[in-house]
């Protein structure tokens, strides 16, 4: 039997975006994908494997950014030196495989896992590699044919937007080519096969996980941190872009705040200084608040730093997962391993992750009235507060401890390496 090569080294590539060592979640292209990234290369790191993060380098932010002993974030430049949506950046990435290969010479480094993250991380994993003549894994993350579906639309402007067709074209070359994919949830092994007509054995279902030492309920004698919140509030948490549900929220939580005097609506997420797409998805926002007179009772926080974001979820009577398009929902384990009750949407993948009615509700965010009505029913139900409360904290411990992940993934390299 031929020996097994010994995991010592990772090559994580997730290029598009802002990857930092402490990421400003909520920037544009800068939401979960980061997050999981991060925490899955903190946690290999910590079973004493090194771990370097490929991403791409640009507003002249620095080559190499630790993260902790073993993990780094490694910046290479592609393209002209300013940001770049992720759907207009594809002509850069055959030059940044050039710098990767090159630095990667340079520093005389050797992995013997590539693992690429979302489909330009894919593309670029895939040529790396053909290169050195070695596999590559892949995490899709989400999916352009699913997004495409979800989303709707003029078909047209969607194509403009999104870049539905190249995407979709290189997903179907990357899935081949991969040698084996992880998915973070059953729903997205099942739309390979429905929305790509791909099927094989080598996919495995490995979940986002959760820091639970740091999203966790206060321990005894703990005071929490002040913030400027309402007294009682609904928390949801996101990038700011137009898939994210919030204009369904609005218009649920206007029937919400007519039963439920006093609650408001807080709205985290978003840049420390947004650019233009994200201002102009948020005055779209401020349109409905005014259509709907919320404006007394919908708070936009932006950007929540770490330090404060676990007593965001944990001072919530709820928190809420409305979008229309979302391959897993991280922020709702988040919520979770802090105790805070979570109503999630059923065009999330981590539904499947879910009980119904025990450690969350799942509802249908286009229905306003359901939609509603489930938040109605925490709010006013103190019972069912408890109920959701409880189970919620169990699961995100049972099922979504980060190091549990990382041993699950250095696993199933292990099988192919």
Same mark, same amino acid.
């Given at each position: ?50 771990v ?42 055959d ?36 290169q ?22 003029d ?38 096969q ?33 913030? /400027?919140? @309402?007294?009682?509030?609904? $928390?949801?948490l996101? #990038?700011?872009?137009?898939?994210? &549900?919030?204009?369904? +929220? *609005? ?12 609650v ?18 948020i ?26 974001l ?29 105790? /805070?009750? @979570?109503?999630?949407?059923? $065009?999330?993948?981590? #539904?499947?992750?879910?009980?119904? &009615?025990?450690?969350? +509700? *799942? ?37 979504f ?17």
């Amino acid at each position: 039997m031929a020996k097994r090569a010994r995991i010592d080294r990772i090559a994580h590539l997730s290029v598009h975006g802002y990857f930092d060592p402490e990421p400003i979640l909520g920037r544009t292209d800068t939401g979960g994908q980061v997050t999981y990234v991060l925490e899955l290369a903190k946690h290999l790191g910590r079973l004493g494997i090194d771990v370097d993060i490929y991403t791409r380098q640009f507003e002249g932010r620095e080559r190499i950014a630790p993260v902790s002993e073993r993990v780094r974030v490694v910046r290479l430049p592609c393209g002209p030196d300013e940001f770049i949506r992720k759907e207009d950046i594809f002509p850069y990435w055959d030059e940044y495989v050039g710098n990767m290969l090159a630095f990667m010479q340079e520093e005389k480094l050797r992995y013997p896992v590539f693992h690429g993250h979302y489909w330009d991380a894919g593309y670029v994993s895939m040529k790396v590699t053909e290169q050195l003549g070695q596999p590559f894994f892949y995490t899709a993350h989400s999916l352009g044919a699913w997004k495409q579906e979800q989303m709707g639309g003029d078909p047209d402007e969607m194509e403009r937007l999104w870049k539905f067709s190249e995407r979709i074209h290189w997903e179907n070359i990357i899935f081949r080519k991969a040698i084996a994919h992880t998915v973070t949830t059953e729903d997205g092994k099942a739309n390979y096969q429905r929305l790509y007509g791909f099927d094989t054995k080598d996919v495995e279902v490995i979940p986002p996980g959760v820091d639970i030492e740091r999203f966790r309920p206060l321990r005894d004698g703990e005071n929490e941190i002040n913030l /400027t919140t @309402p007294e009682r509030y609904v $928390f949801a948490l996101s #990038r700011i872009d137009s898939n994210k &549900g919030h204009v369904e +929220l *609005l218009r649920a939580f206007a029937h919400v705040r007519k039963e439920c005097p006093g609650v408001h609506l807080v709205i985290g997420g978003g840049s420390k200084n947004p650019k233009p797409h994200e201002l102009n998805v948020i005055r779209s926002f401020r349109e409905v608040i005014d259509e709907l007179e919320l404006a007394d009772s919908v708070i936009f926080t932006g950007y929540i730093s770490d330090e404060d974001l676990p007593a965001y979820y944990r001072k919530a009577e709820l928190f809420v997962l409305p979008s229309k398009y979302e391959p897993f929902g991280m922020t709702t384990t988040e919520a979770m391993s802090c105790g /805070t009750p @979570p109503v999630v949407t059923q $065009f999330g993948g981590i #539904r499947r992750s879910l009980s119904d &009615g025990q450690d969350a +509700l *799942l509802v249908d965010v286009g229905d306003e009235d359901a939609f509603a009505g489930a938040m109605i029913r925490v709010l006013n139900d103190p019972g069912v507060r408890a109920r959701l409360s409880r189970n919620a904290l169990a699961t995100a411990r049972g099922k979504f401890s980060w190091d549990a992940i990382a041993r699950t993934t250095l696993d199933f390299y292990r099988r192919y390496v």
